[in-house]
């Protein structure tokens, strides 16, 4: 059986374990159905999935002129501090801007390889978590901008990473650590601004679960740029990657953009 379209980011879906799904304009495959067999993954083209010409990847999924005008992947995207649209203050097109930035925002702490701390919007709960591979994930607070979440943020990185290490993630190789302790001590580190948004109430520790057959112990990673042509058993599906019996792991969201042919 043939698939063909272009890459975005899997979709998913909550269960024990996750489902993952990738979706096509006229199709989709549910990937949990393909765990142990074999797939080929071709890259035929690429589409920017923003204008949608036939254009070379930059980043993101967006080709170059899109990746530096299109207010989807202004800096605030990866710097929420740097938020300004409940100033009044575009950074590229204030519209969108407002929409994405002035709603509820979540500060949390996940254990993907370490604990971490990242933010999301409230609506992205449980994806982003899913996303980044997060074994469990606890909030800290709640807050109705998202530039309130990134002074947070900002605040408690001296304390927890901002960053997953994707090659233990997916290894396997965990921090043993108790996010509810963790969570319990960082009031007294919050920005004064946000100190009123602590969520005080007992908040239910989330426990995510991936379906993995088994880990691999070492990875490498497939860039299709390199290798446009990928043949392997699938083994599991972790964060937004692929990985396979032969230890290679592909980033789904990393290639978004590319125009595949997935042949089962």
């Not at 097109?93 to 701390?117: G, I, R």
Request: with cysteine; charged share 20%.
């Amino acid at each position: 059986m043939k698939y063909e379209g272009v890459l975005t980011k899997m979709q998913t879906e909550l269960g024990n374990p996750i489902h993952y799904y990738l979706v096509f304009d006229t199709s989709f495959l549910n990937l949990n159905q393909v765990l142990g067999k074999t797939i080929t993954i071709t890259q035929i083209g690429s589409q920017c999935l923003n204008c949608g010409k036939n254009k070379k990847i930059f980043r993101q999924g967006f080709c170059y002129d899109c990746f530096y005008s299109s207010p989807a992947v202004g800096d605030w995207i990866m710097r929420p501090e740097l938020s300004s649209a409940h100033l009044g203050i575009a950074d590229r097109d204030l519209d969108y801007e407002s929409k994405v930035q002035l709603q509820p925002h979540l500060v949390y702490l996940a254990l993907s390889s370490e604990v971490k701390v990242g933010v999301t919007r409230k609506t992205q709960v449980p994806t982003r978590w899913i996303d980044q591979g997060a074994e469990q994930a606890i909030p800290i607070i709640e807050v109705p901008n998202r530039y309130l979440a990134g002074i947070t943020e900002v605040a408690l990185k001296s304390h927890f990473s901002d960053k997953t290490n994707w090659r233990k993630m997916l290894t396997n190789d965990i921090l043993v650590a108790n996010l509810i302790e963790h969570r319990n001590k960082v009031k007294d580190w919050l920005p004064e601004e946000v100190r009123d948004y602590f969520i005080a109430d007992q908040i239910e520790l989330q426990e995510l679960h991936y379906p993995v057959l088994h880990y691999p112990s070492k990875i490498n990673s497939l860039s299709l740029e390199k290798t446009p042509s990928f043949t392997g058993k699938l083994i599991g599906i972790k964060g937004q990657y692929l990985i396979f019996e032969d230890g290679t792991v592909f980033n789904v969201r990393g290639s978004e953009g590319a125009v595949v042919s997935i042949d089962l």
